[in-house]
Nanobody
């Protein structure tokens, strides 16, 4: 059984910071990506950031320059450092794991098989 458990959400003022953590337990077969997605009020779920097995990190356009993704393999934990938070960042943040997708000679993250329960982030203006 694969389990993803998030922590670190909460309420902050605009401009503040939060650090999310996602503890991964259980065995995931094959090469896999880890990532954070979020669902903002009234909007579809969107990718925030992901990391490939090779360590290639991608960010959504709205968080580039403000969020930093990192991974501690020894602790089997994925982190998302979120700085300069804005009210538009308010939403449910969920950790996910999934297979690498190979296409046109490249490898991508974006297919998610395992999900955490999510952690709420609220940014007050």
């Amino acid at each position: 059984q694969v389990h993803l458990v998030e922590s670190g959400g909460g309420s902050v003022q605009a401009g503040g910071s939060l650090r999310l953590a996602c503890k991964v337990s259980g065995h995931i077969e094959g090469d896999h990506c880890l990532g954070w997605l979020r669902q903002l009020p009234g909007k579809e779920r969107e990718g925030v950031s992901s990391i490939s097995p090779e360590g290639v990190i991608a960010y959504g356009d709205s968080v580039k320059g403000r969020f930093i993704l990192s991974r501690d393999n020894e602790k089997a934990t994925l982190y998302l450092q979120m700085d300069r938070l804005e009210p538009d960042d308010t939403g449910m943040y969920t950790c996910a794991a999934g297979p690498v997708v190979a296409a046109a000679g490249q490898r991508f993250c974006g297919v998610w098989s395992y999900w955490g329960q999510g952690t709420q982030v609220t940014v007050a203006s």
